[in-house]
């Protein structure tokens, strides 16, 4: 079975970091399409940030326009770690974030990690 593990979820004041890490015992995120989303309290799940492929030639990455220029997405392939950093956060950016791996033949999901922007 596949699993997926975020963390480095918790309680941050506004204007605060966070840094989240999705790791995989079970697959190798090389060659994978791997992103971020996050499900806010009464609303539908949405992506966050979208990391192509990963490959040692180069990846490509895209942010929704509400986390671009404060959230950063990258990966360590040698410890099969994707992160998520960050920045500026606002009490919107409330929500479970999730970790998603996905290729033509499978899709997995972590199970979540809580990030609450409050003061």
């Known amino acids: 079975q596949v699993r997926l593990v975020e963390s480095g979820g918790g309680l941050v004041q506004p204007g605060g970091s966070l840094k989240l890490s999705c790791r995989s015992s079970e697959i190798d995120f090389s060659g994978f399409t791997v992103s971020w989303h996050r499900q806010a309290p009464g609303k539908e799940r949405e992506l966050v940030a979208i990391m192509s492929a990963l490959s040692s030639s180069g990846v490509r990455t895209d942010y929704a326009a509400s986390v671009k220029g404060r959230f950063a997405m990258s990966r360590e392939l040698p410890k099969n770690i994707v992160y998520l950093q960050m920045n500026s956060l606002e009490p919107e950016d409330t929500a479970v974030y999730y970790c998603?791996?996905?290729?033509?033949?499978?899709?997995?999901w972590g199970q979540g990690t809580q990030v609450t922007v409050s003061s």
């Open positions: 998603r791996a996905e290729r033509t033949v499978a899709t997995y």
